[in-house]
């Protein structure tokens, strides 16, 4: 017979990495604001002598950018993710062998 989750809620094994996925989508956003604000806004007011981009191509520079933010932050993240899978399994096993031997003690008395 197995007992888990005894005095407590088990946590989903990819709550642990909620921080680096939150960390992933910020820095994303962030590059995407930015490349919107670069081309619609600072561009043309810094460089409006060189003369006018339609607006097809300063959307493709901002989805290129973007695209290619996401491509360099998977290899990172998923590096990070394996870093830490050997500590979270090990955490995972104390608390279960903490709630085993809590069992053992009750039921001996």
Known sequence: MTISNVGGTMQNQYAD???????FIAVVLTVFSLSILWEFWAEPFLFSTLGEESNDEKWRYVYTTSFF???????????????ELPIIHKERLTEVN????????????
């Open 17 to 23: 990495r909620s921080p680096y996925l939150l960390l």
């Open 69 to 83: 933010v996401v491509l360099s932050l998977i290899l990172p993240t998923w590096l990070l993710w394996r870093k």
């Open 98 to 109: 903490t709630t085993r031997m809590t069992i053992l003690v009750a039921c001996a008395r």
